[in-house]
Every structure is written in structure tokens, then in C-alpha cells.
């Protein structure tokens, strides 16, 4: 079946459970990815933008909401999609590169591929219609027909979705799910394809030898990134494209392997931190003309939702070492290009960690919004401190994020708590270079992801608290 009961995390790096989830909010659930399955085309406007549906209610779901809540959230969705509609023609094996980008097409690829996932699998199918050499590059195109196929590069346009979607299939193991994530795929422009070379997908990756933070901290202060802006909102390469081969070196600087479990955890935990300091400590930076305390970048944001979904992928794929390391690299490329598009706003995590201490327990200082408890005189640590009111903020932040009607605001808060629960233990430590230096890694810790999910809770409203429904910033940092 497309839809059954959602699987258990693959593995201890992929993302856990939340209690509240019970019987009957799995059913009203899975009812519901049917119905959008069947019932909405994956894009919900002629712009391309995307049916955030199944995203919305999986991540809330995985966070216990309630058969309600989840229901309610499907019917925002509902206002304003696009009814599915039958191809023009079915999609074989034989015609499969002949309609690749034609959104037209939606249909028929979805129901190609849950075909193929149906007879070979998640882990098989992945492997052979996005990281094979010949789902990429044609080493003999047809003379009329010259396009290459380069569905790494579709896998990964469109700010990251079809990756979202397709790793949501492979968090919960819903073939649904994964068939309309290729198909999404299928469908994507490959505009992207400059940051993978051909030679990726024929000869051996060898490993650099930086970390991860360690390169964002060459790219945050390269001079050739400084005045670029972007041009087209719908499309994040127009801007990078002219630096494809600048990018393209930092991304091969990267120390990470694929050799065992350890390794790949490793790798996993460099790109959540990568991408949560673009994100939250970029958006805290800002600009040096602006008054906002924090740009909650609507583009930057999918960095944060796209990279929960690395660890159920790179798990599936374990089989396939060489697909591990071309999702890994290629994510990191694309996670860069992302950065340098919009501006590459500052990174100073020593200003931004003095900035965010007020949401850490320990401040003493109860910033969450709304009435307020009255503890007991016998509370811990004592009945008049702002932790007795509030002992875990991250409570807090998943009782507003489930009934904040904004679909990306679930996903976001989702990932930073998995993360904060990997790797709140992690204490400061990071051995400094001159370029880390210059960025204040020697003062990131654990706390980071608290410190992000507070500021993004913030920025959008804590409307449980009877605080408005705001939005994302989308000017960018130029």
C-alpha cells in the first residue's frame, strides 16, 4: 500500500517520536495523505510553488498532535490548490528523459515511480533514478534529443522540495509519500546542474580536508561573494550560477567519508550545524542598515527543514556508498550556493550567542509570552524563578508551533529540536583558524539550536499565546 502506518526512525541519527501520537490521529493521518495524494496536483499555482500539505501534517503529526489539529491543517491547504489532472501520456522506462521538467507530466511519473518503488523498493529506486551515472549524464545523447536527464540536480532545485518530500517518504516509509517525491523530482528544472560536474557521477569523490564550518567561514568572507543579489526569488541559482566554479572548490574542501556509520553521523552533524548558523545566527546578523532584530529568511529557512531528512536518506541508501557521498557533497554544494545568493549576511555567533542568552533557562528570565503559571511554594528550583514557570523552553516552543497554522513553521521547530536532542550536549571546543576566528566558532555550543528555535518563534508569533500570525522576511541580505 501507498499509505500505511508510518515506520519507526530508521536509525538513532534520524529524527524521534514525540509522545501525543495515539491511534486515532494516525488514522485521520493517513486518510488525509490519501486524499491529497489523489486529489491535488504538487503544484498549487502555475508558479510552481509547492502542495505543503503532506509536509504540514506529517511534521505536526511526528510532533503528537491531535486527530483535530491535524485535520484543521489540511483544510488551510485545501483553500487554495490546484485539482490533480491526468497526463497527456503514460511515462515507461523508454520515454522517461522525454518529459522531464513538464509539470504536465506529474501524474504519469507519479504513478511510474510507484510502480518501481512498489517491485524494487526505496533504497533501490533512489539509487538508480536520481545518483546513477545514467540518471544524470548520457554518455551518448540522441542527436535530437541532447537534454542529460541530471535528476541530482533536479533532486535538489526548487529550494530543496523534492528532497523534502522524497525524505519524508523515507522517514516514515511511505511509498506514497516517495512516489510523489520523485515524481516531483521528475518535474523540476535542473538549473542547479553547473555545482555537479559529470565527473562526479563516473569517478571516485576524494574527501578535502576542512570541516564543514571551517569552509562557510572562507565563503563568509571571500570578496568575490560580496555583491551578489538576487534577481529571480523562484529561482536561487540566478545569482550563484556565475560563481558555479568557486563554489564548486569550496564544496571538494570537505573532510567527510562515508566508510562507516560513525562517519556519516559525523557528516549528518556538520550539515545541521552548517545550515542552523546560516539560518539563525545569519538572520540575527542581518544588516548594518536594519533595525529588525531578526530576519527569519524565508529561503534560508528550507536549509533548516531540507537538512532533518539527511540522516532517513544516507541511512536508506547504506547499501550505496557512492550515492551517500554524492547527496552529501551535492547538499553541501547547494547549501553554499543558498548562502552566497542571499547576500551572505554576517556570521558572528560571539554577537549572536550575547544577543540570544536571554532565552537560555539560566538567564532567569521567562520570555515566553501569554499568562503565566503560578507555581507552589515548593516548586524546583523555587516558586519565584523563571524556571519553575518555564524548566524546558522546548516545551514551549512544540505546544505553539502545533497550532501555528504556517506550514513551514512546524518543519523548521521540528528540526531544530531533533537537533538540539543529538547534539544539546555538544560543549564549546571547535579547534580555531584564523577564518574560524573570524566568525566566533570557539563560542558555539549545544545551546545554538534552543537559541534559533526561540528567535524563529518569535519572528512568526507565539499565537497560542495570543500573540498575531507573522510571516517570513524575504528581502534578503544585500
Same mark, same amino acid.
Given at each position: 500500500?501507498?499509505?500505511?502506518?508510518?515506520?519507526?526512525? $530508521?536509525?538513532?541519527?534520524?529524527?524521534?517520536? #514525540?509522545?501525543?501520537?495515539?491511534?486515532?490521529?494516525?488514522?485521520?493521518?493517513?486518510?488525509?495523505?490519501?486524499?491529497?495524494?489523489?486529489?491535488?496536483?504538487?503544484?498549487?499555482?502555475?508558479?510552481?510553488?509547492?502542495?505543503?500539505?503532506?509536509?504540514?501534517?506529517?511534521?505536526?503529526? !511526528? &510532533?503528537?498532535?491531535?486527530?483535530?489539529?491535524?485535520?484543521?491543517?489540511?483544510?488551510?491547504?485545501?483553500?487554495?490548490?490546484?485539482?490533480?489532472?491526468?497526463?497527456?501520456?503514460?511515462?515507461?522506462?523508454?520515454?522517461?528523459?522525454?518529459?522531464?521538467?513538464?509539470?504536465? @507530466?506529474?501524474?504519469?511519473? &507519479?504513478? @511510474?515511480?510507484?510502480?518501481?518503488?512498489?517491485?524494487?523498493? @526505496?533504497?533501490?529506486?533512489?539509487? +538508480?533514478?536520481?545518483?546513477?551515472?545514467?540518471?544524470?549524464?548520457?554518455?551518448?545523447?540522441?542527436?535530437?534529443?541532447?537534454?542529460?536527464?541530471?535528476?541530482?540536480?533536479?533532486?535538489?532545485?526548487?529550494?530543496?522540495?523534492?528532497?523534502?518530500?522524497?525524505?519524508?517518504?523515507?522517514?516514515?516509509?511511505?511509498?506514497?509519500?516517495?512516489?510523489?517525491?520523485?515524481?516531483?523530482?521528475?518535474?523540476?528544472?535542473?538549473?542547479?546542474?553547473?555545482?555537479?560536474?559529470?565527473?562526479?557521477?563516473?569517478? =571516485?569523490?576524494?574527501?578535502?580536508? $576542512?570541516?564543514?564550518?571551517?569552509?562557510?567561514?572562507?565563503?563568509?568572507?571571500?570578496?568575490?561573494?560580496?555583491?551578489?543579489?538576487?534577481?529571480?526569488?523562484?529561482?536561487? #541559482?540566478?545569482?550563484?550560477?556565475?560563481?558555479?566554479?568557486?563554489?564548486?572548490?569550496? *564544496? +571538494? &574542501?570537505?573532510?567527510?567519508?562515508?566508510?562507516?556509520?560513525?562517519?556519516?553521523?559525523?557528516?549528518?552533524?556538520?550539515?545541521?550545524?552548517?545550515? *542552523?548558523?546560516?539560518?539563525?545566527?545569519?538572520?540575527?546578523?542581518?544588516?548594518?542598515?536594519?533595525?529588525?532584530?531578526?530576519?527569519?529568511?524565508?529561503?534560508?529557512?528550507?536549509?533548516?527543514?531540507?537538512?532533518?531528512?539527511?540522516?532517513?536518506?544516507?541511512?536508506?541508501?547504506?547499501?550505496?556508498?557512492?550515492?551517500?557521498?554524492?547527496?552529501?557533497?551535492?547538499?553541501? *554544494?547547494?547549501?553554499? !550556493?543558498?548562502?552566497?545568493?542571499?547576500?551572505? =549576511?554576517?556570521?558572528?555567533?560571539?554577537?549572536?550567542?550575547?544577543?540570544?542568552?536571554? @532565552?537560555?533557562?539560566?538567564?532567569?528570565?521567562?520570555?515566553? =509570552?501569554?499568562?503565566?503559571?503560578?507555581?507552589?511554594?515548593?516548586? $524546583?528550583?523555587?516558586? +519565584?524563578?523563571?524556571?519553575?514557570?518555564?524548566?524546558?523552553? #522546548?516545551?514551549?516552543?512544540?505546544?505553539?508551533?502545533?497550532?501555528? =497554522?504556517? +506550514?513551514?513553521?512546524?518543519?523548521?521547530?521540528?528540526?531544530?529540536?531533533?537537533?538540539?536532542?543529538?547534539?544539546?550536549?555538544?560543549?564549546?571546543?571547535?579547534?580555531?583558524?584564523?577564518?574560524?576566528?573570524?566568525?566566533?566558532?570557539?563560542?558555539?555550543?549545544?545551546?545554538?539550536?534552543?537559541?534559533?528555535?526561540? $528567535?524563529?518563534?518569535?519572528?512568526?508569533? #507565539?499565537?497560542?499565546?495570543?500573540?498575531?500570525?507573522?510571516?517570513?522576511?524575504?528581502?534578503?541580505?544585500?
Amino acid at each position: 500500500p501507498l499509505f500505511q502506518t508510518p515506520q519507526p526512525p $530508521l536509525a538513532s541519527i534520524c529524527p524521534q517520536r #514525540w509522545p501525543g501520537i495515539d491511534a486515532e490521529s494516525t488514522k485521520v493521518l493517513l486518510k488525509l495523505l490519501e486524499d491529497n495524494h489523489c486529489r491535488w496536483h504538487i503544484f498549487f499555482n502555475y508558479k510552481r510553488f509547492h502542495n505543503h500539505a503532506a509536509h504540514h501534517l506529517l511534521a505536526i503529526w !511526528a &510532533m503528537g498532535a491531535s486527530a483535530n489539529i491535524i485535520l484543521s491543517a489540511y483544510e488551510t491547504h485545501c483553500q487554495y490548490q490546484r485539482p490533480a489532472f491526468d497526463s497527456p501520456s503514460n511515462i515507461t522506462r523508454h520515454n522517461f528523459n522525454e518529459y522531464l521538467g513538464d509539470e504536465r @507530466f506529474y501524474s504519469a511519473y &507519479m504513478d @511510474f515511480f510507484a510502480c518501481e518503488l512498489g517491485k524494487k523498493g @526505496f533504497a533501490r529506486t533512489l539509487g +538508480e533514478y536520481i545518483f546513477a551515472p545514467s540518471a544524470n549524464y548520457i554518455a551518448e545523447p540522441h542527436p535530437e534529443k541532447t537534454a542529460h536527464p541530471e535528476m541530482l540536480a533536479r533532486f535538489f532545485a526548487g529550494l530543496f522540495h523534492p528532497l523534502i518530500h522524497t525524505g519524508y517518504g523515507a522517514e516514515f516509509g511511505l511509498l506514497g509519500l516517495s512516489a510523489e517525491g520523485l515524481a516531483m523530482t521528475a518535474v523540476h528544472s535542473a538549473k542547479g546542474h553547473h555545482l555537479l560536474l559529470p565527473s562526479y557521477f563516473s569517478s =571516485p569523490m576524494k574527501p578535502g580536508t $576542512l570541516h564543514a564550518l571551517s569552509i562557510l567561514a572562507l565563503v563568509a568572507k571571500d570578496e568575490q561573494f560580496e555583491r551578489i543579489k538576487s534577481i529571480d526569488e523562484t529561482d536561487v #541559482w540566478t545569482s550563484a550560477a556565475s560563481h558555479d566554479e568557486a563554489l564548486r572548490a569550496y *564544496a +571538494e &574542501m570537505w573532510a567527510f567519508n562515508v566508510a562507516n556509520e560513525e562517519d556519516i553521523a559525523e557528516a549528518v552533524e556538520e550539515l545541521a550545524w552548517l545550515n *542552523a548558523i546560516i539560518y539563525g545566527v545569519g538572520g540575527m546578523s542581518g544588516t548594518k542598515d536594519d533595525k529588525k532584530a531578526f530576519k527569519a529568511d524565508f529561503f534560508l529557512m528550507h536549509l533548516v527543514t531540507s537538512s532533518i531528512f539527511l540522516s532517513s536518506l544516507v541511512t536508506s541508501l547504506y547499501q550505496n556508498s557512492r550515492a551517500q557521498a554524492l547527496l552529501l557533497r551535492s547538499y553541501f *554544494a547547494v547549501s553554499l !550556493a543558498n548562502y552566497v545568493d542571499r547576500g551572505c =549576511p554576517d556570521i558572528d555567533i560571539a554577537k549572536f550567542y550575547s544577543d540570544t542568552s536571554l @532565552f537560555l533557562p539560566s538567564s532567569g528570565q521567562d520570555v515566553i =509570552p501569554g499568562p503565566q503559571p503560578s507555581p507552589f511554594k515548593h516548586t $524546583l528550583p523555587d516558586s +519565584e524563578s523563571a524556571e519553575a514557570q518555564t524548566p524546558n523552553p #522546548w516545551l514551549s516552543v512544540i505546544q505553539t508551533t502545533l497550532v501555528h =497554522p504556517n +506550514e513551514h513553521l512546524c518543519k523548521t521547530q521540528r528540526t531544530l529540536a531533533h537537533f538540539a536532542s543529538l547534539y544539546g550536549l555538544r560543549g564549546q571546543g571547535c579547534k580555531l583558524g584564523d577564518a574560524e576566528r573570524s566568525i566566533g566558532l570557539g563560542e558555539l555550543d549545544g545551546t545554538l539550536f534552543l537559541r534559533v528555535a526561540m $528567535l524563529t518563534a518569535h519572528r512568526l508569533g #507565539w499565537m497560542r499565546e495570543g500573540e498575531s500570525e507573522e510571516e517570513w522576511d524575504r528581502e534578503g541580505f544585500y
